[in-house]
């Protein structure tokens, strides 16, 4: 199958780190958790979505990998932090994953994020990521993305 650059790079960072997954890129769009979950054949809540917020104060990211059916506290996630979370733009998101929303993965971001994963992840076997473009996925269990990102597991809600 010839891969959209950006799926590569995810395919690419999957193989560099160890990891056996396969990126599938699929005819339909898998931009919202609700379209990913469709394309697979998944609950929306296998959905592991990546949400990139910008720290108000540091102008840092942040990586929240949320189940698809939940929304993030940020009041949670600010206390947490030790700073209130902003919204990211789209050139954000692309200046510092070097993907597009819609696309971005957990994975093979251009600089190292600091990760949150949302425990509820847990509660399945199998998950279902976006891999660097609108219409790519990989399968993968929370334990790997737990692995793959050196994630901090919390409630996110």
């Known amino acids: 199958m010839a891969y959209k650059e950006s799926a590569l790079r995810v395919q690419g960072a999957l193989r560099e780190q160890g990891f056996a997954n ?8 898998t931009r919202t ?15 592991a979505k990546s949400l990139i917020f910008r720290l108000a104060v540091s102008g840092k990211p942040l ?3 949320a189940s698809g059916v ?6 949670i996630m600010a206390q947490w932090i030790g700073e209130a979370l902003g919204k990211a ?20 971001h251009h600089e190292r994020i600091q990760t949150v994963i ?14 660097g473009h609108p ?5 993968l269990t929370p334990a790997e993305l737990k692995r793959m990102t050196d994630g901090t597991v919390m409630s996110i809600k």
């Open 22 to 29: 396969e990126v599938v890129e699929l005819p339909d769009s």
């Open 33 to 47: 958790a609700a379209e990913a979950a469709r394309a697979v054949g998944c609950d929306v809540a296998q959905i």
């Open 63 to 65: 990586l929240i990998v």
């Open 70 to 75: 939940n929304r993030v506290d940020e009041n």
């Open 89 to 108: 733009d789209a050139d954000f998101v692309r200046v510092h994953t070097g993907f597009v929303i819609g696309g971005v993965p957990p994975i093979g």
């Open 118 to 131: 949302d425990e509820d992840l847990f509660r399945y076997d199998l998950i279902w990521a976006a891999a």
């Open 135 to 139: 219409r790519a996925v990989f399968r």
